[in-house]
């Protein structure tokens, strides 16, 4: 048991002697123990090195080597589902030596990512997902007449998405060859604890009773009654001891729960289970942070750390004066206005996908208990829950990660805005979150919202224009998106008053010459630097949709060049938009359309990453520099150069 972070590599001989599957499969038990003491060291301390996910790698140490040790990987096909639960996986099959770089640029993802190794056998970073590959796999094998085997490792939060029923149910219809292993870390489902339990679960798992089961099955099938009275007796002793009465009754062969830290059963268990036919589900009870007593005392604290410097990097230095406080958090900003609203407005419900600490929720969520839902890792429920709400006469404020919309967009054209209800959707983490990586970047909302009939798009550009244009969009009698990026803000003064803004309405921050340049979001800082060197034009657009026509056909007029910023997709994003306009109108002058360029981005500093898509200062100076060079111009002027791609 550690209370600290190894500040030093501690020694793992026998981790250190692992680089693949194979080496695992032929460890003793007594081998197999000692690997866990120092791949739990090992993840520790590669974690505090690098930061990243941390309390659930602890939680799985021996399922990862029990898994490892059983199946024949990477043949056999592992499927975590998320993936924060991964870093021992990745520890194990080969990136121990680089376990330094993860998150970081140019290093390992915080996700499996099938590019980085072939045991990563599928990319996640959305929850709900890998009951479904695992089954894709498994029917694959099978149309192919393969021996390979699947396994989908998912927790208790993640078989909470609606996915992961589909595919429990589609499987206990199709019958593949698969085993699910329910990784129960006491966040969610309960379970029984006991000798009882533990007996009957290794009973379930023996191929003695196996053999009984399957050969009872062919007898009694032919004697009706008495068939009947078998199969209610046993689902009626598994009831008792153990929750596994609704899996089995959507066709799944229930075992457990066990002991998720006791490696022998733990490899018992599946050395009886890995050669069973049809669908398979395990129910393993594990603890989140295991080993680390900070971590067991506070597992959502620890779900994931910051990188721990060194205390002999760190060079005392005296305290200022009256030093300067931290700017908030665009999250806190929301959570905030959130309890301010609810106070002036008793119909507001607030509505998040398992979002709650992420999305600045939890003094909502203590002060308003009944008015508060997390409905688990649900995207699509959320947003329909919320359409249905607004049906009846409450307000519903649906407070969800950009990426995570991405799940739920049909129940957003067809249960909200073709209805035009009146929903408004905080979405957090808009544009380039960092270290997370492609699978969490908001890169995408402007694009996929714009297009939507009676959707009202604000993008602030500050922390106090956030929280007035959360309050309009409140006030707003339909369907309205406020979107704003991850981190802290500039640190500019938030009014305690809410005051309506004009929907639709842009400001001019600079006056300038021949440029112009139109910002959609919080990138204005980077905007008005890059002006004072160009003599630029900088307006706060503020509003995506409804756009401000009028004072971009003015921009257009008074300048000889139009440049669009912001945080998305340049491809059919706000400056798309813009070009739109402007085409509708005749109007000639070229535009520069500054975004995300056409791929998917990697992991790593948030800043770096926007310096890297040109949405720094020096980027958005360099695109206009190349863009006045007078051939250039000139070409674009013809209309044969391509402009903002």
Known sequence: ??????????????????????????????????????????????????????????????????????????????????????????????????????????????????????????????????????????????????????????????????????????????????????????????????????????????????????????????????????????????????????????????????????????????????????????????????????????????????????????????????????????????????????????????????????????????????????VAIAEQHAVTLAAGMACDGVKPVVAIYSTFLQRAYDQLIHDVALQNLDVTFAIDRAGLVGQDGPTHHGAFDLSYLRCIPNMVIGAPSGENECRQMLYTAYQHEGPAAIRYPRGNGSGELIENTMSLMEIGKGVMTRKGNSVAILNFGALLDQALQAAETLDATVIDMRWVKPMDEALVLEAAAAHELLVTVEENASAGGAGSGVEALLHANGVATPVIVLGIPDNFQEHGDQQALRALAGLSAEGIYDAVARMKEPEVLDSVLRQTVPVGR
């Open 1 to 374: 048991m550690f209370s600290e972070i190894p500040a030093t590599r501690p020694e793992t001989r026998l981790l250190d002697e692992v680089d693949h599957g194979r080496d695992i499969r032929e460890l003793s038990a007594d081998e197999l123990l000692q690997l866990a003491d120092d791949l739990r060291a090992y993840l520790l301390y590669s974690v505090g090195q690098s930061g990243g996910h941390f309390g659930a790698g602890l939680g799985v140490v021996e399922l990862t080597i029990a898994l490892h040790h059983i199946y024949n990987t990477p043949e056999d096909r592992i499927v975590w589902d998320v993936g924060h639960q991964a870093y021992p996986h990745k520890i194990l099959t080969g990136r121990m030596q680089r376990m330094h770089s993860m998150r970081q640029a140019g290093g390992l993802s915080g996700f499996p990512k099938r590019s980085e190794s072939e045991y990563d056998t599928f990319g996640v970073g959305h929850s709900s997902t890998s009951i479904s590959a695992a089954m894709g796999m498994a029917l694959a094998a099978r149309a192919q007449g393969l021996n390979r085997r699947a396994v989908a490792v998912i927790g208790d939060g993640a078989i909470t998405g609606g996915m992961a029923f589909e595919a429990l149910a589609h499987a206990g219809h199709v019958r593949p060859d698969m085993l699910v292993v329910l990784n129960d870390n006491q966040m969610s489902i309960g379970y029984n604890t006991g000798g009882l339990a533990a007996y009957f679960a290794k009973l379930w798992a023996s191929k003695t009773y196996i053999t009984m089961r399957e050969g009872s099955k062919k007898v009694l099938k032919k004697i009706k009654p008495a068939w009947d009275l078998v199969k209610r007796t046993e689902e009626h002793m598994k009831g008792m001891v153990a929750p596994g009465t609704l899996f089995e009754e959507l066709g799944w062969h229930y075992i457990g729960p066990i002991d998720g830290h006791d490696l022998p059963q733990l490899v018992q268990t599946l050395e009886n289970m890995r050669d069973l036919k049809g669908p398979q589900f395990l129910h393993i009870c594990t603890m989140k942070g295991k080993g680390f007593k900070p971590a067991e005392a506070d597992p959502i604290g620890f779900h994931a750390i910051n990188k721990i410097e060194s205390r002999k990097e760190i060079a005392p230095t005296p305290a200022p004066a009256s030093p300067r406080p931290k700017p908030p958090k665009y999250q806190d900003v929301f959570g905030r206005w959130l309890c301010d609203m609810a106070r002036e407005d008793d119909r507001l419900i607030a509505i998040t996908p398992a979002m709650c600490e992420g999305s600045g929720m939890v003094d909502f969520a203590r002060t308003y208990p009944d008015r508060f839902y997390d």
